[in-house]
């Protein structure tokens, strides 16, 4: 029985350790490739030292302990707590924007067809688009329900396209990328004109290029000119846990999920005997409220997608 008690004190001591370096990783502004992982699953981490440094340190009765847990947990309540908040939704919600990463083309597009249509999907971002898939895609009734599409497809994961039911203007590809960032204006009946961003930055296997890529958003971001309504929506391979994320969130710039009050949103991965563990998809809004963020499956696909109600 002693072996047992001393075996807790000790587990729970380190898991408290262990959910103390889960909170600072929300805070730690390293690009390290190490940091950066275990940061994107801090929330995970943190919840789990928690639990465990609860029930060891229960076991022990060691108070002083338990209420360093308790300060962890109140702190941790505390990072977290801007997602779940929310701000009151637009009164007439007008638009609806879809961002889908389809995994190399592998992703069933009859079932982001079906996902459009059902929900009257306005614009659409689609990334790892081959030449394959922006072939089934023209074919389907995407095609039809938004006409207007700004589609760069190419090899592996580089492909990205754009495809609105409103007619758009000034239209390209975004410089100072590895995989296809793309840009247009939409022209909205009742709103007027609409930034849109199809943007998929590096993921963090190669951590300098990633943060300055997600330094890169930042500029773009705040180039565009006051006043116009912004959607970039993304697989931006990045959680609200990390820095480089949040630091795109100024100069008017909100995640559309926090805007939305929808708490801990994971995105990926879909294709794992586990369920997805990180956010990494976002739709950062300037000027437009969101009514509602919810994730979908897309069959062959790695990732949910994420439909938002903004205006």
Not at 45 to 58: E, K, N, R, S, T
Not at 245 to 258: K, W
């Amino acid at each position: 029985m002693r072996l047992f008690r001393k075996a807790a004190s000790i587990v729970g001591t380190a898991a408290l350790l262990g959910a103390f370096l889960a909170l600072m990783l929300h805070f730690w502004p390293g690009a390290d490739r190490m940091t950066v992982a275990a940061a994107a699953v801090s929330p995970v981490l943190w919840v789990a030292c928690i639990a465990i440094a609860v029930l060891c340190l229960l076991y022990v009765r060691a108070l002083p302990r338990l209420a360093l847990a308790a300060a962890l947990t109140v702190a941790g309540i505390w990072v977290q707590a801007p997602l779940w908040r929310g701000e009151p939704a637009p009164s007439v919600p007008d638009l609806a924007v879809l961002t889908a990463n389809i995994q190399i083309g592998a992703g069933d597009v009859d079932a982001l067809a079906k996902l459009v249509r059902d929900n009257h999907v306005d614009v659409l971002a689609v990334f790892e688009v081959t030449d394959e898939a922006a072939q089934r895609i023209s074919a389907s009734t995407i095609a039809t329900d938004l006409p207007h599409a700004l589609a760069r497809p190419a090899a592996l994961a580089n492909g990205t396209a754009l495809y609105s039911r409103h007619p758009l203007k000034n239209t390209g590809v975004v410089p100072g990328f590895v995989m296809t960032a793309l840009t247009a204006v939409a022209t909205v009946p009742g709103r007027g004109d609409v930034q849109l961003f199809a943007l998929h930055p590096m993921p963090p296997l190669d951590a300098g290029t990633w943060d300055s890529e997600l330094s890169r958003i930042g500029a773009v971001l705040q180039g565009v000119p006051e006043g116009r309504p912004v959607v970039a929506l993304g697989d931006y391979n990045a959680t609200y846990d990390h820095v480089r994320f949040r630091n795109l969130l100024t100069g008017g710039y909100r995640d559309a999920g926090q805007l939305a009050g929808v708490g801990w949103l994971p995105t990926y991965p879909t294709d794992k005997t586990y369920p997805p563990v990180v956010g990494i998809d976002h739709i950062l809004l300037r000027g437009l409220g969101a009514a509602d963020v919810t994730a979908h499956e897309i069959p062959g696909a790695d990732h949910r997608a994420l439909l938002a109600r903004v205006g």
